[in-house]
């Protein structure tokens, strides 16, 4: 009964066909120095044939040696032609590898243009830069608006604390003196404060020597 389930041959793949072109390249190299030895052989034999005076044989044996190397001529064509094929594959093989690429890329591409051209780009883009314009707009103002409130907030209160801490500094120290005195400190710091300073004693220096010299 014949096999219905055959396997389809899908040929040989890139490193078999390698492997084929490389081996066949190989048996031409083999050949070819069989058929270098044979002529340096025939070339010996007609030299022999021309010391003996036999032109004849000579002849024969020099046309021998011609095919000879018109054979390794054509060795070496068919050699080139296998490197050439080897070459065709690996281009091949770019070729293909790039050409998939190329259709995935184009696949991906058309997929997001679809997507983008149901879209309406314009409208969203002025969507977004108006949220974005209302969103900086809202920060900047809650953002100047809390740091006056709390520095206000802030120096009210020290102020007030502080006019607290003088009040009762000074209750108390009234408290401990006679009436209508003040307290030295208090009084100190009245003079010092009173003091006449470096710059106003010179201009009364001055003031002074003018009117004597008057």
């Known amino acids: 009964m014949k096999n219905l389930f055959k396997k389809k041959d ?9 492997l084929d072109l490389k081996d066949s390249m190989k ?40 095919k000879q190397e018109k054979d390794i001529e054509g060795l070496y064509n068919i050699q080139r032609k296998l ?16 050409t998939k690429a190329l259709s995935n ?20 883009v002025a969507d977004s830069e108006e949220s974005m314009a209302i969103i900086d707009e809202a920060a900047e103002a809650m953002g100047d608006t809390t740091e006056d409130v709390l520095a206000s907030d802030q120096l009210q209160q020290e102020l007030e604390e502080m006019q607290a801490e003088v009040a009762l500094d000074m209750g108390g120290r009234l408290a401990g003196t006679p ?13 010092e404060a009173n003091k ?16 004597l010299d008057m």
């Open 10 to 18: 899908k040929g040989i793949g890139k490193d078999q066909a390698f």
């Open 27 to 66: 048996k031409i190299d083999a050949s070819v120095k069989k058929k270098e030895q044979v002529i340096v052989d025939l070339k010996k034999k007609a030299m022999v044939a021309l010391a003996q005076k036999n032109e004849k044989l000579a002849k024969v044996h020099l046309s021998k040696k011609i």
């Open 83 to 98: 490197s050439d094929q080897m070459d065709a594959i690996d281009q091949a093989e770019t070729i293909e590898n790039a």
């Open 105 to 124: 890329a184009v696949g991906v591409l058309n997929r997001y243009a679809k997507v983008i051209e149901n879209l309406n780009v314009e409208s969203i």
């Open 179 to 191: 009436e209508g005195e003040m307290p030295a400190d208090l009084v100190v710091a009245e003079e």
């Open 196 to 211: 006449p300073s470096a710059e106003d004693v010179k201009k009364e220096l001055e003031k002074l020597k003018r009117e």
